[in-house]
């Protein structure tokens, strides 16, 4: 608990609610057998002591028993929130509103211990004592700092016997805002690729710059299309690029944005040494650094599943 927290007013008021014990509460309806029969089809738990009386009568029970588990069951005061005549009115969870007043409005049953005196038989009327049983220091939890209130219920029988009890251990926490996640990178635009194409998508997935040549003339071309400009031949093979050339021109977008991209966006006119031009971003400068004419090489990052395009950036022996 942290200083400021632990001499706050309000900790002592917390703290006051340890060990109060209230008055009794009553049950509406004695343990009876259609609501044990319920509890048994809602569990698919068909044990005949539960549920068959004859069987009940020849078991070391000798007779209908409730199940031990019910114990909280008959005590429940219903959708209205209502007790009995003669039951106890004060509010067992009044502790609560002094955690929510500190703004720990969070709240996470955490665990439950019951223990069982004996069994229960129909046609018995239980009463019920609430009490605090512990409170924790504060503790700094994953859904925020926060505090585990023990509530005690003792439950007894007519003849004011114990029967069993229930402890039921709550977190009442700050919520804490999560931590903003980082937002996934979009993958940049993939290109449409077809079988002039798909070579030069293939070369860069492998590390390679690879240019268009015709098998006929020899003529390089770039974009990659089915016939040669020169001698209109339909046949061609590749030629790796070094990556090397000057910048022929360029622009810096700022706008229209694609989530795959960091803004502002350099992007170069590079002719390469071979004497093909091709469009690339550009990186290794500032926007504002950049100039025409510039020597400029390749550079190649293939990601899995994805194609990308080549970069440039300014030559290392310019």
């Known amino acids: 608990m942290s200083p400021a927290t632990a001499q706050a007013p309000w900790i002592q008021e917390l703290t006051s609610f340890v060990g109060k014990r209230g008055g009794p509460v009553l049950a509406w309806d004695p343990v009876n057998a259609p609501m044990v029969r319920q509890w048994c089809e809602v569990f698919d738990f068909d044990f005949a002591p539960f549920v068959d009386a004859a069987a009940a009568a020849a078991s070391v029970h000798g007779g209908l028993v409730a199940p031990a588990t019910m114990l909280p069951v008959w005590l429940m005061p219903g959708l209205r929130n209502a007790r009995p005549p003669g039951s106890d009115t004060t509010d067992p969870r009044a502790i609560m509103k002094v955690l929510e007043r500190e703004g720990y409005v969070g709240i996470l049953g955490t665990d439950t211990e019951q223990t069982y005196e004996r069994?229960?038989?129909?046609?018995?009327?239980?009463?019920?004592?609430?009490?605090?049983?512990?409170?924790?220091?504060?503790?700094?939890?994953?859904?925020?700092?926060?505090?585990?209130?023990?509530?005690?219920?003792?439950?007894?029988?007519?003849?004011?016997?114990?029967?069993?009890?229930?402890?039921?251990?709550?977190?009442?926490?700050?919520?804490?805002?999560?931590?903003?996640?980082?937002?996934?990178?979009?993958?940049?635009?993939?290109?449409?690729?077809?079988?002039?194409?798909?070579?030069?998508?293939?070369?860069?997935?492998?590390?390679?710059?690879?240019?268009?040549?015709?098998?006929?003339?020899?003529?390089?071309?770039?974009?990659?299309?089915?016939?040669?400009?020169?001698?209109?031949?339909?046949?061609?093979?590749?030629?790796p690029s070094t990556g090397r050339g000057?910048?022929?021109?360029?622009?810096?977008?700022?706008?229209?944005?694609?989530?795959?991209?960091?803004?502002?966006?350099?992007?170069?006119?590079?002719?390469?040494?071979?004497?093909?031009?091709?469009?690339?971003?550009?990186?290794?400068?500032?926007?504002?650094?950049?100039?025409?004419?510039?020597?400029?090489?390749?550079?190649?990052?293939?990601?899995?599943?994805?194609?990308?395009?080549?970069?440039f950036r300014p030559s290392a022996s310019a």
């Open 246 to 311: 000057k910048l022929f021109s360029f622009v810096v977008m700022h706008h229209p944005k694609h989530p795959g991209f960091d803004y502002p966006l350099p992007v170069g006119l590079v002719e390469l040494d071979e004497g093909v031009r091709l469009v690339a971003p550009l990186t290794g400068l500032d926007s504002a650094h950049w100039r025409t004419g510039m020597r400029v090489e390749a550079v190649i990052q293939p990601v899995a599943g994805e194609h990308r395009l080549p970069l």
């Open 119 to 239: 069994p229960l038989r129909p046609g018995e009327r239980l009463s019920c004592i609430h009490s605090v049983d512990a409170v924790s220091d504060e503790k700094l939890t994953r859904m925020g700092p926060g505090f585990f209130v023990t509530f005690l219920q003792e439950f007894f029988d007519e003849a004011q016997q114990a029967v069993g009890t229930v402890r039921l251990r709550i977190l009442r926490f700050k919520p804490q805002a999560a931590p903003a996640a980082e937002p996934k990178r979009a993958p940049p635009p993939q290109p449409a690729i077809n079988q002039d194409t798909a070579f030069f998508w293939e070369g860069l997935q492998a590390g390679q710059l690879l240019i268009q040549r015709c098998a006929a003339c020899g003529t390089l071309r770039h974009p990659p299309g089915p016939a040669c400009t020169q001698c209109h031949s339909l046949e061609w093979d590749t030629v």
